[in-house]
C-alpha cells in the first residue's frame, strides 16, 4: 500500500499548487479577501518549489474527513490476491517494517493489471523490533490522532489533490527521482529502456548515485516488455526540469 503511487503524486501535487498560486488561480475560484494581486503579465516567476512525500498512497495518508466528504477517492479497505477485502488498519507515521519498494514488489502487486497483489510484497522488518510485522502490513493507514499529518491534509484541501493518479516508474526512489526532475527515466532520449530500481554495487550506492557513482555500481533496466533484461552505469542523459527553467526566457 505504502509504495507505488506516491511520490510523482506529491512532486506534481505541490508543484501544481506553487505554478497556481503564482498565477492568482488556485483554489476555490477567485483570491480571498486580503490576498495580495497577481504578478504583472511581465513579472517573471523567480523560485519553484517542490515538496514530496515518498512512498505513501492516498489511501495510507489522507483519512482526512474534508476530503472524504468532498468525494475524494480513499478507501478504508483493500482487496488481497484471495479476492479478500482487508480492512485497513492504523498505524503510526514511523514504522518498524518497510513494504519491498523494488521492480518485483511493483510486479506483484499489479498482478496483471488486476492491483491486488499487496499481500504478497516482501516486508523487513528493523531488527530487534519487536511484533514486527503486524498483521496485513502491507493494509495500514497513518493515524492522525495527533494531527502529525495535518501539513498535508492542508496542502490536499487547498490545492490539486491527485487520488487518482500513479506513478510511471515501476520501482523504488532512484527511477523515481527520475521521473521528478525529468519525466523519464530513460537513459538517454529515445531510448526504450527505462531504470526499474535502485543502484547497486559499490560502498555506498544510496550516498554515491547517478554520475558520481563508483565504477562498479549498476542500475538494472527493464525493457518494453517490462523485463528487467539489461543493467548500465546510473548516469543519463536525459533534459530535466531544471534545464527548461535555466533556459526559458
Same mark, same amino acid.
Given at each position: 500500500m505504502f509504495s507505488f503511487k506516491m511520490l510523482l503524486f506529491w512532486g506534481l501535487l505541490v508543484c501544481t499548487a506553487v505554478f497556481l498560486a503564482s498565477l492568482g488561480g488556485c483554489?476555490?475560484?477567485? $483570491? $480571498?479577501a486580503g490576498s495580495p494581486p497577481p504578478p504583472p503579465p511581465t513579472q517573471k516567476i523567480q523560485h519553484v518549489v517542490v515538496i514530496f =512525500?515518498?512512498?505513501?498512497? +492516498?489511501d495510507n495518508l489522507f483519512h482526512d474527513p474534508i476530503l472524504i466528504q468532498r468525494g475524494a477517492d480513499i478507501q478504508?479497505?483493500?482487496?488481497? $490476491?484471495?479476492? =479478500?477485502?482487508?480492512?485497513?488498519m492504523p498505524t503510526s507515521l514511523i514504522t518498524d517494517y %518497510? +513494504?519491498?519498494?523494488?521492480?518485483?514488489s511493483f510486479v506483484k502487486m499489479y498482478d496483471n493489471g488486476k492491483m491486488d497483489g499487496a499481500d504478497k510484497v516482501d516486508v523487513t522488518c528493523n531488527p530487534g523490533a519487536k511484533g514486527c510485522p503486524p498483521p496485513n502490513p502491507q493494509f495500514m493507514y497513518v493515524d492522525n490522532s495527533t494531527g502529525l499529518v495535518d501539513p498535508y491534509f492542508q496542502l490536499a484541501e487547498q490545492y490539486t489533490f491527485? %487520488?487518482?493518479m500513479f506513478q510511471t516508474n515501476q520501482g +523504488?526512489?532512484?527511477p523515481a527521482h527520475q521521473y521528478i526532475i525529468s519525466g523519464t527515466s530513460a537513459p538517454s532520449v529515445g531510448s526504450d529502456l527505462f531504470v526499474a530500481d535502485n543502484p547497486l554495487g559499490g560502498a555506498n550506492p544510496f550516498e554515491h548515485a547517478g554520475c558520481i557513482a563508483p565504477p562498479e555500481e549498476t542500475v538494472m533496466l527493464i525493457d518494453p516488455s517490462g523485463v528487467e533484461s539489461q543493467k548500465m552505469y546510473p548516469c543519463f542523459d536525459h533534459p530535466t526540469l531544471t534545464d527548461m527553467l535555466n533556459t526559458a526566457n
Open positions: 483554489g476555490g475560484g477567485g $483570491s $480571498s =512525500q515518498e512512498n505513501r498512497t +492516498p478504508n479497505y483493500g482487496v488481497n $490476491s484471495k479476492g =479478500q477485502k482487508i480492512t485497513l %518497510d +513494504p519491498g519498494h523494488g521492480h518485483g491527485g %487520488d487518482r +523504488p526512489s532512484f
